[in-house]
């Protein structure tokens, strides 16, 4: 059984930082690749981040150059590193697994 954490969110004014965190439990964590999607109220879920097993990166365009995905293998911990924060990522971010399991989201809001 998979299960993930989403922590870190938050409340900050534009141009501020936030570092989301993802703490998975079960198994198969260092073989699958994680993602970070995020949700807007009244808009489709979208990708923002993926890294892969081989720590290979990608990015939506609406985010490359500010955020930034790592994780830790040791740790079963994905991390996002959000910079530069605009008023248009506001939405609750959630962290998914293989494209299978999903966190619960936490909510980030950035005020103009």
């Known amino acids: 059984q998979v299960q993930l954490v989403e922590s870190g969110g938050g409340l900050v004014q534009a141009g501020g930082s936030l570092r989301l965190s993802c703490a998975a439990s079960g198994m198969f964590f260092s073989v699958s690749s994680m993602d970070w999607y995020r949700q807007a109220p009244g808009k489709q879920r979208e990708l923002v981040a993926t890294i892969t097993n081989t720590r290979s990166t990608n990015y939506a365009d609406s985010v490359k150059g500010r955020f930034t995905i790592s994780r830790d293998n040791a740790k079963k911990m994905v991390y996002l590193q959000m910079n530069s924060l605009k008023p248009e990522d506001t939405a609750v971010y959630y962290c998914?697994?293989?494209?299978?399991?999903w966190g619960q989201g936490t909510q980030v809001t950035v005020s103009s």
């Open positions: 998914c697994q293989g494209g299978t399991y």
